[in-house]
């Protein structure tokens, strides 16, 4: 039913972003679990449904949504983990919502929390022994590297998109006091395009620094949310994802996304289209993939990514603001509670709550969800929520 607002989202919290902060995953969920009780004055004995994402610095714990309930003092009837990487939290809102619905609980902690540049990070495993890391690709900076590679031959890509949104992202940031501190410094297009080439084309300013932090949302039904006296609220309108897109083509285009998919879905629940859009929070762990998100999403034509940037104001006064918190670029990427960081966002815009930032008439917002990055293809999970004021 497009437009059905019988789901809200209450409540928000985030810690700040910090380098090698030294606290553990569990330390710092409790902190931001403790900032949606302030926020929203809810007595936590009403939260009896959690949803939490893997991380990259306790997931070898296969016990870790459980030992997590019990740091936190909750007893839920609903326990629920992700492990879509940057695309659990917003993946956990419609796991919540559907866990409302059917009746299994009735207020959700959506809760994510990481602390991978203070610990070790798990090991991902699967095909990389045997096809990435003989050749030397470790990670997502040369597997994005590859794919700016393929889409530099097969569009224009404009280095000057580039730096503007940098740019554009980092002035946001500076306005953000919860962004890591070192990333808090200014930014001119002359810095990002001097930067040095970390995996050509990608250069260092292409991508994020890893953190640690935490975020959390709280998802209750529009009805349990009046009992409960909540003064403001934002709805899930409408919402897609898929996993492992093309996974079966061998000869997969590494340009094509799951938002082909994802996208049209989210758009027909919600009854809107990219034209309707107030605010986007893209899943920006590399430039690049803000790129192919607005040319995946139908914000302009596949290849015309460059040209839509450079004449478009994304600013938070401007007509399609971006990631106005800085995003993961320009706040820090705390590990794989990187994909709430865009989500609290555009809650506290649409909360009117976001200061200095603040973005006029945020009366609907699109949160994109990126996980995982295969060899020789796009990355692995692609979602997308729209978010709607009462």
Request: net charge negative.
């Amino acid at each position: 039913m497009p437009g059905r607002k019988d789901i809200a989202i209450v409540g928000y919290a985030e810690t700040p972003v910090v380098l090698r902060s030294g606290r553990s995953s569990y330390d710092l969920a409790a902190e931001a679990f403790e900032g949606i009780l302030d926020h929203t004055g809810i007595d936590k004995s009403e939260i009896d449904g959690i949803c939490v994402a893997e991380t990259m610095s306790e997931t070898s714990n296969p016990f870790w949504a459980v030992y997590l309930c019990e740091h936190l003092g909750l007893s839920p009837t609903w326990t629920q983990v992700n492990g879509l990487g940057g695309a659990s939290t917003i993946g956990g809102v419609a796991r919540a919502a559907a866990a409302i619905r059917d009746g299994l609980c009735e207020t959700v902690l959506v809760l994510s929390s990481d602390a991978q540049s203070s610990w070790p990070g798990t090991e991902q495993g699967a095909q990389r022994f045997e096809f990435q890391y003989p050749v030397g690709l470790n990670g997502p900076v040369g597997a994005f590297g590859l794919l700016t590679q393929r889409y530099q031959h097969q569009y224009e890509l404009l280095d000057e998109a580039l730096a503007k949104l940098a740019v554009t992202q980092r002035s946001h940031g500076m306005l953000n006091p919860n962004a890591c501190e070192k990333l808090r410094k200014p930014l001119t297009e002359e810095d990002y395009l001097t930067s040095r080439y970390v995996s050509k084309p990608l250069r260092m300013l292409d991508s994020v620094m890893v953190c640690d932090g935490a975020n959390a949302l709280l998802v209750t039904s529009t009805e349990k949310a009046r009992e409960l006296g909540c003064r403001k609220m934002v709805h899930p309108a409408g919402y897609g994802e898929i996993s492992n897109f093309n996974g079966p083509d061998m000869l997969a285009d590494i340009t094509e996304s799951g938002f082909t998919v994802a996208g049209p879905k989210a758009f027909a629940q919600a009854g809107l289209s990219p034209s309707d859009i107030r605010m986007i929070h893209p899943y920006d762990d590399f430039l690049i993939a803000i790129l192919l998100t607005l040319e995946h999403l139908g914000f302009c034509e596949r290849g015309g990514g460059s040209k839509f940037v450079l004449d478009t104001d994304l600013s938070y006064r401007g007509t399609l603001p971006l990631n106005t918190s800085g995003g993961q670029i320009s706040a820090g990427q705390p590990g794989l509670a990187g994909g709430g960081l865009n989500a609290v966002e555009a809650v506290r815009q649409m909360f009117g709550e976001a200061g200095e930032r603040q973005v006029d008439d945020p009366r609907n917002a699109l949160v994109t969800g990126i996980g995982m990055v295969p060899y020789g293809r796009n990355w692995g999970v692609s979602n997308v929520l729209i978010l709607e004021q009462s």
